[in-house]
Nanobody
Framework: QVQLVESGGGLVQAGGSLRVSCRASGLTFSRYATGWFRQAPGKEREFVAAISWRAGNTYYADSVKGRFTISRDNAKNTVYLQMNNLKPEDTAVYLC??????????????WGQGTQVTVSS
């Protein structure tokens, strides 16, 4: 079955950096677009970034543009989210998702369980 497993979350001070990873199995990863989303307590899940299957196209939420970078390594079935200049409002569970279509909505076919990122002020 398809599995997406996130890792790399943790606690970081404001202004710091963190890289989260998502490793996929059970699907031909190189044929899937992938996205990162986040969900803070009491808030709706929101789009963060997405990347096409060939990494030729990327999209970012305005709130993270210029600070976050999404990338992928198809040989490792892994997508990354490099997060720089982190702010307390970036605190959330970060989830990766995969779908045959590149999208910024929540309509992805497969989801991971998420990894917690906490930014202290």
């Amino acid at each position: 079955q398809v599995q997406l497993v996130e890792s790399g979350g943790g606690l970081v001070q404001a202004g710091g950096s963190l890289r989260v990873s998502c490793r996929a199995s059970g699907l031909t990863f190189s044929r899937y677009a992938t996205g990162w989303f986040r969900q803070a307590p009491g808030k709706e899940r929101e789009f963060v970034a997405a990347i096409s299957w060939r990494a030729g196209n990327t999209y970012y939420a305005d709130s993270v543009k210029g600070r976050f970078t999404i990338s992928r390594d198809n040989a490792k079935n892994t997508v990354y989210l490099q997060m720089n200049n982190l702010k307390p409002e970036d605190t959330a569970v970060y989830l990766c998702a995969a779908d045959t279509s590149l999208r910024t909505s929540l309509a992805y076919s497969y989801w991971g369980q998420g990894t917690q990122v906490t930014v202290s002020s």
